[in-house]
């Protein structure tokens, strides 16, 4: 692993399963980051392999902290209870336990939306805040890290808030993948947002909204466009959170 790296991260999902060096003093990968196709049947086994061949293929020391972000919630020494984006054999596993024996080494496992929320905290759109900050990444669904004076509040599922009106699950109503599904203008995709937003506003009161995922590239299609009081703002290291906030929450967990 090239020099300028501290820790190494990994991000898993549906469709790819993406690794890196980590350089944490500038909170950017330090070498380009490796993408392998999540297997079309994605047992622990399969994922644990793919994980395996890209700590090898950056020759990372058995020294560094490696952070994995997983969809799901995570708790240390629990067996998994749901999983929704891979194959249901994950569930009734202890997730650390499957990556650290593929892995052969201790690795640390987070939610990947936490994981993109501390990036952000530390390195990105909400460095310096205090208060609570609630980083949310749209992608095909809604996933949420609550984040208060700088320390995570892990494994919130707050993008399957009931909305008002009969809406249902905010998920299932303004996810990204609901905007492309129904070929939806930015504009309008927006006013569902503020319904989602003036929600979570209401119940939480936070200082800080970080709108982060693929679509946050685009934020000035939407952005603007969501009605709410509180600051909202777009997330700074888009897709690279994930990857970075797993290498940095590794990095603390061997101090």
């Not at 890196?20 to 047992?43: D, H, M, Q, W, Y």
């Not at 000035?220 to 797993?246: R, S, W």
């Given at each position: 692993?090239?020099?300028?790296?501290?820790?190494?991260?990994?991000?898993?999902?549906?469709?790819?399963?993406?690794?890196?060096?980590?350089?944490?003093?500038?909170?950017?990968?330090?070498?380009?980051?490796?993408?392998?196709?999540?297997?079309?049947?994605?047992?622990?086994?399969?994922?644990?392999?793919?994980?395996?061949q890209?700590?090898?293929?950056?020759?990372?020391?058995?020294?560094?902290?490696?952070?994995?972000?997983?969809?799901a919630?995570?708790?240390?020494?629990?067996?998994?209870?749901?999983?929704?984006?891979?194959?249901?054999?994950?569930?009734?596993?202890?997730?650390?336990?499957?990556?650290?024996?593929?892995?052969?080494?201790?690795?640390?496992?987070?939610?990947?939306?936490?994981?993109?929320?501390?990036?952000?905290?530390?390195?990105?759109?909400?460095?310096?805040?205090?208060?609570?900050?609630?980083?949310?990444?749209?992608?095909?669904?809604?996933?949420?890290?609550?984040?208060?004076?700088?320390?995570?509040?892990?494994?919130?599922?707050?993008?399957?808030?009931?909305?008002?009106?009969?809406?249902?699950?905010?998920?299932?109503?303004?996810?990204?993948?609901?905007?492309?599904?129904?070929?939806?203008?930015?504009?309008?995709?927006?006013?569902?947002?503020?319904?989602y937003?003036?929600?979570?506003?209401?119940?939480?009161?936070?200082?800080?909204?970080?709108?982060?995922?693929?679509?946050?590239?685009?934020?000035?299609?939407?952005?603007?466009?969501?009605?709410?009081?509180?600051?909202?703002?777009?997330?700074?290291?888009?897709?690279?959170?994930?990857?970075?906030?797993?290498?940095?929450?590794?990095?603390?967990?061997?101090?």
């Amino acid at each position: 692993m090239i020099e300028t790296a501290q820790a190494f991260g990994v991000d898993i999902g549906g469709s790819g399963i993406k690794a890196a060096p980590v350089n944490l003093e500038k909170g950017e990968f330090a070498e380009p980051r490796l993408k392998i196709l999540t297997p079309e049947v994605s047992t622990p086994k399969a994922v644990g392999e793919i994980v395996r061949q890209q700590l090898e293929h950056f020759e990372v020391p058995e020294t560094a902290p490696v952070g994995i972000a997983f969809p799901a919630p995570i708790h240390v020494g629990e067996k998994l209870g749901y999983m929704a984006n891979l194959d249901q054999s994950w569930v009734g596993v202890d997730v650390t336990e499957v990556f650290s024996e593929a892995c052969g080494r201790p690795v640390t496992v987070v939610n990947d939306a936490d994981a993109a929320g501390l990036a952000e905290q530390q390195f990105g759109a909400a460095k310096g805040q205090n208060g609570l900050v609630v980083a949310t990444t749209l992608g095909t669904g809604i996933g949420t890290a609550l984040i208060f004076n700088g320390e995570l509040i892990p494994n919130t599922e707050l993008g399957h808030l009931e909305l008002l009106k009969g809406k249902g699950d905010a998920e299932k109503y303004a996810a990204s993948s609901v905007r492309e599904k129904l070929d939806m203008g930015y504009k309008k995709w927006a006013k569902r947002l503020t319904k989602y937003y003036s929600l979570m506003e209401f119940y939480l009161d936070p200082q800080l909204f970080v709108v982060g995922g693929g679509v946050s590239r685009v934020s000035e299609k939407f952005l603007p466009y969501i009605d709410i009081k509180t600051p909202i703002v777009a997330a700074k290291l888009h897709n690279e959170a994930g990857i970075i906030g797993a290498a940095y929450y590794a990095s603390t967990k061997m101090k």
